[in-house]
């Protein structure tokens, strides 16, 4: 079982720290235990009993009468809401569940069934990067075991790869595109995603994969001599500054044109080296794409 600190609660689903502990005084639904040192933590069920208020409340429903719902009363008010970003958030809110629970099965079903219905460029956009940005939350917090985070971003990277495999767009440009990790980078869905999209374009692609040598990328690069680069940083940890590392993939790479996301880049300030792009969200990758193809 996980412990949540009220902090966490707050950041995952938006409701001040200040009303969870005047909820807790008038209402039933959040019993949380406390620490010897009186500090208040909070169970994989009540996390996910917080993420089911939260998004009733936001939907018109009041307090007062969630209270008064037991946990079957509040799933069938939180299915029938009608509003499409409430179905995306009900969508985010059980990968959440589904995750602290270890339940993969029904994790990779959920996943499945939006694929399906909407497609995985939608699937992606719509609920799984939101999902990931919520569980990084947990992750710097250290409040989900490592292990629960690699079991539900590997059924991800599955789902993206099987997409990818199963993309069967003729190539139809002259562009080519070359897609990487350099050394040090290990967390691969924002690139394999990039790679399902540039692949669907129609765009030649050379993909390296993840951890690679700068020195491997320049080989392909010089060989292949690609007419844009594709890398995605996400770990600072063991490696130079963003300064450092923009000016060595731009000596590397002089003759290429560079598109830089993750991260590392989203609040960075300064101008990038000449031929190297910062795209600080997906939809700017996607018109990026679009405009290649």
């Not at 950041?11 to 807790?24: D, F, M, Q, V």
């Amino acid at each position: 079982m996980n412990e949540f600190t009220i902090k966490d609660l707050e950041n995952l689903s938006g409701i001040k720290a200040h009303t969870l502990r005047i909820w807790e005084q008038r209402y039933n639904f959040l019993k949380p235990k406390r620490t010897a040192t009186n500090i208040r933590y909070y169970s994989n069920e009540e996390l996910k009993t917080i993420l089911n208020v939260s998004l009733l409340t936001k939907y018109g429903f009041k307090i007062s009468h969630i209270d008064k719902m037991n946990p079957q009363q509040i799933r069938e008010k939180i299915s029938s809401l009608g509003d499409a970003e409430a179905q995306k958030e009900k969508a985010v809110n059980e990968l959440i569940q589904q995750m602290v629970d270890l339940d993969t099965k029904s994790f990779e079903k959920l996943l499945e069934n939006h694929i399906v219905s909407k497609g995985l460029e939608k699937t992606v956009t719509q609920i799984i990067f939101a999902f990931l940005e919520k569980i990084g939350i947990l992750w710097q917090t250290s409040n989900i075991n490592p292990a629960q985070e690699h079991l539900v971003t590997n059924i991800i990277r599955q789902k993206v790869i099987v997409a990818i495999d199963s993309c069967h767009v003729p190539v139809k440009k002259k562009t080519t595109a070359m897609l990487f990790l350099p050394e040090g980078e290990h967390h691969e869905l924002g690139i394999l995603f990039i790679n399902y999209l540039v692949k669907k374009s129609g765009i030649q692609l050379y993909y390296l994969g993840a951890n690679i040598p700068f020195k491997d990328a320049e080989y392909v690069a010089n060989l292949k001599k690609p007419d844009i680069i594709f890398t995605h940083l996400t770990n600072a940890a063991g490696t130079p500054s963003l300064s450092v590392s923009l000016n060595k993939i731009h000596s590397l790479f002089p003759v290429s044109r560079v598109c830089i996301s993750g991260a590392l880049v989203l609040d960075y300030k300064k101008p990038p080296p000449p031929g190297i792009e910062l795209k600080r969200s997906l939809t700017k990758i996607i018109e990026l794409i679009s405009e290649l193809s």
